[in-house]
């Protein structure tokens, strides 16, 4: 029986000195072996892991975690996949870093939820997948449920099989309904007025300082979410907007319901046709989070407030 080619490892590390040993050990066995390697960790960490490989960091794809993984729904398409699918027919080494002390409550259920879905995008796959994790910062419950987004586990010399292994399990149990928000604008839409949830949007942008590129970013959000709603959600949707004071946050929510776990997070080759309305969503938004089930889809984009 042949092995599973695509390895995923939580790394439990302590300390600047351990963390630096663990990955700089990683993407040296890769360069060693020919393999192309990407490292993509929050900015603080890329600078160490820099430092320590000296001359060897030309050899090696370096991301900010913080800005190409702001959103994490992003991180499959935009940043694992796409350096995966550049380098077919070999095996690559990618160290991910989707979570850290810092990341918000209201981030976390999309960065668990993306550590889990790595598993399916990536089976079969030739790569390795090292995912950190500040073992002395980070919550208890979040090295918990690392347990159980990955099948193998680090920390210092030792690794070992995960007993805990239940991917599905954690998406599952982060798609739950959301809480009602506060002080929002509501508009239902269908095929008739869809342009008009587009400039409300537009209109409660630029009121908070939306300017440009970014607020054709909201507009093309929205747009997006409402054409999903008309195609796959039974033809009609309803609109809300708020502010929580950090972001401004679009919620669409209709009566589909999306069964694909990895919706909106598939790279789409631009030649073939079909919808990928809400892989546009992830990758313009700084934030998505999704509810769905049986007769009922609610989507909320956030963006960061200029």
């Given at each position: 029986m042949l092995a599973e080619p695509f390895?995923?490892?939580a790394l439990f590390y302590r300390g600047?000195?351990?963390?630096?040993?663990?990955?700089?050990?990683f993407v040296r066995d890769g360069l060693a072996a020919g393999e192309p390697v990407a490292v993509a960790v929050p900015a603080r960490n890329l600078a160490l892991i820099e430092d320590?490989?000296?001359a060897e960091s030309c050899l090696v794809t370096l991301l900010d975690m913080g800005e190409a993984?702001?959103?994490p729904g992003r991180i499959i398409p935009a940043v694992l996949r796409d350096f995966a699918d550049r380098h077919p027919g070999v095996h690559v080494r990618i160290i991910g870093e989707p979570i850290w002390p810092g990341r918000s409550p209201a981030e976390y259920p999309a960065c668990a939820q993306h550590e889990a879905l790595i598993n399916y995008s990536f089976a079969g796959r030739h790569a390795t997948i090292?995912?950190?994790?500040d073992a002395e910062r980070l919550d208890p419950a979040v090295l918990s449920e690392a347990a159980r987004t990955h099948p193998v586990l680090r920390a210092?010399?030792?690794q070992w099989d995960s007993g805990d292994y239940a991917p599905q399990q954690v998406i599952d149990g982060h798609n739950l309904p959301f809480d009602e928000p506060a002080g929002y604008v509501s508009l239902r839409f269908d095929a008739g007025n869809l342009s008009s949830a587009r400039l409300l949007a537009a209109e409660r942008a630029a009121a908070l300082g939306f300017t440009g590129d970014r607020l054709d970013d909201v507009r093309l959000t929205v747009a997006e979410l409402g054409a999903n709603s008309l195609d796959h959600g039974g033809g009609a949707g309803e609109l809300r907007i708020w502010s929580t004071g950090q972001a401004l946050v679009c919620e669409v929510t209709d009566s589909g319901h999306i069964t694909d776990p990895l919706a909106g997070r598939?790279?789409?080759?631009?030649?073939?046709?079909?919808?990928?309305?809400?892989l546009i969503?992830?990758?313009l938004s700084d934030l998505v989070r999704v509810h769905t089930r049986a007769g009922l889809t609610s989507i909320r984009a956030y963006f960061d407030l200029p």
């Open positions: 390895v995923h490892p600047d000195r351990e963390y630096v040993a663990a990955t700089t050990a320590a490989l000296g993984g702001r959103n090292l995912c950190p994790y210092g010399e030792s598939s790279p789409v080759d631009p030649r073939r046709s079909g919808s990928r309305g809400l969503v992830n990758l």
